[in-house]
């Protein structure tokens, strides 16, 4: 007599139960948002310091976002409200201006050399101020537009500096800044990207908000 | 002539789907992967605003996260104003302190230099709020902080 073969198991509710697990974890899923802007904090310092240093005018690019979320610039001496969109124009013509002489001259500034702009990278300061009633996205575009500046002119001085890299300063960072990328790149890369931080420093100050 | 005629041959076969559970499992594992259980149960909205320089935060570098924004249509007890969320509790600026301290327990001593503070704030958040919480950090000097943003474009914040 023939040995009965074992009876075949229904596969048939398979794709049921996964369909259950994959609708189950579709509606659980979070996708995470981990970016964002990084920025570093003053330390605190519990007396006000005596020692206050002493900076020009013309090198203080000061933005100021008011309560009804508007922006007021004051730079060349003059004081305007303006609008988001052309702040980053804004602010990389103070920057770049390199109006210094001497020893404070722009080797690398492409700026219309204005007198009543910023010396140098390293001189101009950008400050930001707001209102306790800003809100924070614009506070948020604002910061981001200042470090859009940064960006653009990190971008065009790596690119001079380093031309065979075939990428910009953002691409860079972020090849840095990514897990996947082996030590021997990372070391090469953080030396390149330090060369550029220290010609064009990220000088950002804020104020103390209004008390309103 | 029988009553039970056989099936005419060259219909068009049915579509196999023996392949489906392969393909279901697939997506399945596809979101197995991706999904990051959330780590904070929310109490306030936390709608993100955009911004485009955005860098990717390290998940091997130690993180926290403070939320703030409006309490949820669920705690409207706790009124309209923008509040600060610490682990699943609200909490106000003053306990953003004995918070920092408690997450730099739980780390190896030469992790903690490198805590990054993620700031998850409502768009619709005052600054003043932020400014207080930026103070408290100051204070514990817990400098390295992220405002925690989706990408997209930055001018479409204002105004929505």
């Known amino acids: 007599m023939a040995k009965r073969s074992a009876p075949e198991v229904n596969a048939g509710s398979m794709a049921d139960i996964a369909f259950l697990l994959l609708i189950f974890f579709l509606v659980t899923t979070d996708i995470a948002t981990d970016s964002g802007l990084n920025r570093k904090l003053p330390p605190w310092e519990d007396k006000p310091d005596d020692t206050e240093v002493k900076i020009k005018q013309r090198n203080i690019f000061q933005i100021t976002v008011n309560k009804k979320d508007q922006i007021q610039i004051k730079t060349r001496g003059d004081d305007k409200l303006t609008e988001l969109k052309d702040l980053r124009a804004e602010i990389v013509a103070f920057l770049d201006n390199g109006g210094g002489q001497g020893e404070d001259a722009c080797q690398y500034c492409q700026g219309d050399k204005h007198p009543e702009s910023s010396d140098n990278f390293v001189k101009a300061v950008i400050s930001l101020g707001n209102d306790r009633l800003t809100k924070y996205e614009t506070y948020i575009s604002v910061q981001n537009e200042v470090i859009a500046a940064y960006n653009e002119l990190r971008n065009r001085e790596f690119l001079k500096e380093y031309p065979n890299l075939n990428m910009n300063y953002v691409q860079a960072n972020n090849m840095y800044q990514d897990p996947q990328t082996d030590q021997d790149e990372k070391d090469k890369l953080k030396e390149k990207l330090q060369v550029i931080k220290d010609r064009i420093p990220q000088i950002f100050s804020e104020a103390e908000t209004k008390k309103s | ?160």
């Open chain 2, 1 to 160: 002539m029988s009553k039970f005629k056989k099936k005419k041959e060259g219909g068009l076969p049915p579509i196999s789907t023996a392949s489906l559970p392969d393909i279901v499992f697939m997506l399945l594992f596809f979101f197995m992967v991706a999904t990051v259980i959330k780590e904070d149960n929310l109490k306030i909205e936390n709608k993100l605003p955009f911004a485009d320089q955005i860098e990717k935060l390290d998940k091997k570098k130690p993180i926290s996260y403070i939320y703030a924004g409006k309490p949820s249509a669920r705690f409207t007890n706790m009124g309209t104003e923008a509040r600060i969320q610490l682990n699943d509790k609200f909490a106000s600026a003053k306990d953003i302190k004995a918070f920092v301290a408690a997450e730099r327990a739980a780390l190896r001593e030469d992790q903690i230099p490198k805590l990054i503070m993620a700031l998850k704030v409502d768009e619709k958040a005052n600054m003043g709020l932020i400014m207080d919480i930026k103070e408290e950090l100051r204070k514990t000097n817990a400098l390295k902080i992220n405002y925690t943003t989706k990408k997209g474009d930055a001018t479409s914040n204002a105004g929505r």
